[in-house]
């Protein structure tokens, strides 16, 4: 199982998600936990980047397995809970979002919001999720009182790696390096880690690319230039899976 997160709002994560779904074999889904931006329909409130992984998927999970938490506005999550008075909690995104095809699928990953200190209110982040969730995924592995297939826990090794979306524009190499010195403090593993060009315009790119290629300490899943049309089909010719 993989969280992928990035190193700023619109780095590109849910097309390098859905990418990377696309590009997956067998039994596979993705989830947004947290969602901003969303739009009303008859259903309730809907998230693009939910609906996109969603179509990368195969497991028939329903809308609100998918994206538990959804607020209209598209401003900071804890911002918008509070004004509709909703009190996020590291433990109570986790409650909300975990789901037995997490560990089922043969392929799953998680699409964080914004980059990896995404603020949940009162101190906590959304990154606490993640590590609450490593912890769950651990207990998943050692304990029976579970009650999933047991050969599906034979087969997972009870860990969440991180995808890193890294958007390349000016500033991304700060910005790529300090969250990877911050999922490295948090106890996190980096599976690998994708460079998508945001600007259309960014200069010397290969450098830049070069440049990370030398400092970041996890594989290099691919460079995604920047596409006329974005979609996951597209998107997936140029990355790996981890």
Same mark, same amino acid.
């Not at 996109?52 to 598209?74: C, D, E, H, K, R």
């Not at 106890?187 to 400092?215: K, P």
């Given at each position: ?25 067998? *039994? ?62 590291? *433990? ?55 009650? &999933? ?6 087969? &997972? ?22 969250? *990877? ?32 290629? *030398? ?28």
């Amino acid at each position: 199982m993989y969280f992928v997160t990035g190193t700023d709002t619109d780095s590109g994560k849910t097309l390098i998600s859905s990418a990377l779904l696309a590009k997956a074999q067998g *039994q596979k889904c993705g989830f947004k936990p947290i969602a901003s931006g969303c739009e009303m329909s008859e259903s309730g409130l809907r998230n693009s980047d939910a609906l996109m992984l969603m179509a990368q998927s195969n497991m028939g999970l329903a809308y609100q397995n998918v994206n538990p938490i959804s607020f209209q506005p598209a401003i900071a999550p804890h911002i918008a809970a509070s004004q509709v008075h909703i009190a996020l909690s590291a *433990q109570g995104v986790l409650d909300a979002m975990f789901h037995s095809a997490m560990v089922s699928a043969d392929f799953a990953l998680i699409e964080g919001a914004g980059g990896w200190r995404l603020p949940l209110g009162n101190g906590e982040y959304l990154s606490d999720t993640v590590k609450l969730l490593q912890a769950k995924l651990q207990q998943y592995t050692s304990s029976k009182s579970l009650g &999933y297939d047991e050969t599906k826990r034979a087969n &997972y090794n009870g860990t969440i790696d991180v995808i890193l979306v890294v958007g390349m524009k000016l500033g991304c190499l700060n910005h790529a390096l300090l969250t *990877q010195e911050a999922l490295l403090a948090d106890g996190l593993s980096i599976a690998g880690w994708v460079a998508n060009q945001v600007d259309a315009d960014m200069a010397f790119i290969e450098d830049n690319l070069q440049s990370l290629q *030398q400092m970041m300490q996890a594989p290099f899943l691919g460079y995604v230039p920047h596409l006329a049309n974005p979609s996951a089909e597209n998107a997936a010719a140029y990355v790996q899976l981890p």
